[in-house]
């Protein structure tokens, strides 16, 4: 008898260890959406609480596993995107909506501040019914704030494709990179960019105290 007890042991262990597993994955939702620099929208949504972890890549297009290059270059339909995990029991779908229609130029359909082209447009990518209610309800309340028509438009499901290695986290990276004023780490050429993009500006412009990331 005493030897069963070991594997009664690991049994109950392994199917605690399941169990514990099965919550986690149930905690972790998907939010996709496309607001210009995909860097930037990573830097926002990184600061939210319930916000488990944003990747920087693209959606929308027609190429499998497009480069950052092809994309910018044009011709694919992808967008800069960024997928948003959050646990649903910290944070809404409503309100990561909410917020990022508030840190974006919701009426430029023709890119993002600096940055121009389709692959800077807008979108929220709703990846099933429920979301692209959710995400319509927003556009609708976002535009009765405002009293102006909003262009950001609500795409169905899109297969998301994750950017290059170096895009992820780029605006705390510490690696020196070129820019137009000299060797600076990824963090600095990051801010610079923010900056000369003036993002924060025109969105303080738009949205004034709603603004949730500007300051």
Not at 12 to 25: D, I, M, R, Y
Not at 52 to 76: C, H, I, L, M
């Amino acid at each position: 008898m005493s030897s069963l007890i070991p594997s009664l042991k690991t049994a109950t262990l392994s199917l605690a260890l399941a169990c514990t597993g099965a919550v986690t994955a149930a905690q972790a939702d998907t939010a996709l959406v496309a607001g210009g620099c995909f860097w930037c929208v990573e830097a926002d949504f990184e600061k939210v609480k319930g916000v488990q972890e944003v990747v920087s890549g693209f959606a929308g297009g027609t190429v499998d596993n497009p480069t950052y290059k092809q994309v910018v270059r044009g011709g694919t339909g992808h967008l800069e995107v960024a997928q948003i995990e959050y646990d649903p029991n910290q944070i809404s779908y409503e309100r990561i909506i909410e917020l990022f229609l508030r840190s974006i130029d919701p009426l430029d359909a023709g890119g993002q501040f600096c940055d121009r082209g389709e692959s800077y447009t807008t979108a929220i990518f709703a990846l099933d019914d429920s979301q692209a209610q959710i995400a319509r309800q927003e556009v609708a309340e976002a535009e009765a704030e405002l009293g102006r028509k909003i262009v950001t438009p609500v795409r169905g499901p899109a297969e998301f494709f994750p950017a290059e290695d170096y895009h992820q986290d780029y605006y705390k990276g510490n690696d020196i990179v070129l820019t137009r004023r000299g060797p600076k780490t990824m963090s600095e050429a990051y801010e610079f960019y923010r900056d000369a993009c003036r993002r924060d500006e025109r969105v303080r412009e738009i949205w004034g105290d709603d603004a949730p990331f500007v300051g």
